[in-house]
């Protein structure tokens, strides 16, 4: 068992601020381990939206409900949005004595409960797999080619962990989305996925996308955000202002896990990873995930012009601007483009995010930092 005492603070702190906390994540994330986490040494009540027999409690969700007291835990909560009506009744009572732990994957269903029904009533924590603070920075390359799904990550060989994932993408597709009440086919999802990951990293150009994929712009956007709704592709806006250069104003994209990444490319193992050319993107989607958990940043975005210059995050605390590169080399140095966005961007810092044993200044407020120096980004 891998503790994760920041998600698990973060939910209590949820729960003790509000009636009802909603746990999001991708499937198999660990939401319901964490969960049982959460309830240990106090009255807790568990309702597994996947197992018919506590559908069955909840054919009468007012009578099972009310009267509850403690911790009341609801898995994929998705699988029955009509709960969100009556949980804004019962978060309503004047002396309710339950609070409410719901666990979604698929959150345009529980989004959209949580702001219509359950507005100014519910925390809302996203969590994903298991990051280098749970794991220990050392053993940052099998974080990387595994992905931090637990059941990927912690598998006892190299062969199983591929068949986990490959049973994963499996099915999520053929399982998971259909139960959302999507009827886009199975394969050609799946295609769609597999291009993304062929543009981990890169520019969202939907025509180029729909063209490949026999299939209209809209459609195309409506696959991305589908994909970006049950949390395993990531879209970084972009960042604009008025700085008199032409900005590119379009979406990065990233497959969030790069286990599920190396899947959909098959790559096998960490000999395949450093010879194949998506390595720097992989690199790129793999450090991102690990500063963003890091820093627990919300307001991130990528910045670029059209004649170059370039930042991968910048991350906005208040008035301070932190720019991070992500680079796989050995020794990353200075180059124009991060000079450009120093300059315009008027950043405080700027760290170079490279896959080395240690930090050094490369200029002033330039540093490379490495992987396993990420805590010191603030």
Known sequence: MIARPDLIRRVRRALRDNPVAVLLGPRQCGKTTLARMVAERRRC????????????RLEAPMLALEPLRGLVIIDEVQRKPE??????????RPRGGARFLLLGSASPHVVRGVSESLAGRAGVVEMGGFDLREIGAENYRSLWLRGGLPRSYLARSGPASRRWRADFVRTFLERDIPQLGITIPAQTLRRFWTMVAHYHG?????????????RSEKTARRYLDLLSGAFVVRQVQPWFENVGKRQVKSPKVYVRDTGL??????????????RHPKLGASWEGFAMEQVLAATGSESFYWWATHSGAEIDLLL???????GVELKCADAPRMTKSIRTAMDVLKLDHVHVVYPGPKSYPIEKKITATAIVDIGSIR
């Open 45 to 56: 009540e568990l309702f597994d939206l996947e197992d018919p027999r506590d559908l069955a």
């Open 83 to 92: 709960l969100f009506e009556l949980l804004r009744v019962l978060a309503d």
């Open 202 to 214: 890169q520019v969202w150009n939907a025509a180029e996308l729909a063209r490949s994929l026999g």
């Open 261 to 274: 990444l190396h899947a959909l490319l098959e790559i096998d193992t960490q000999r395949d990873l450093l």
């Open 316 to 322: 906005l605390k208040g008035a301070k601007r932190i």
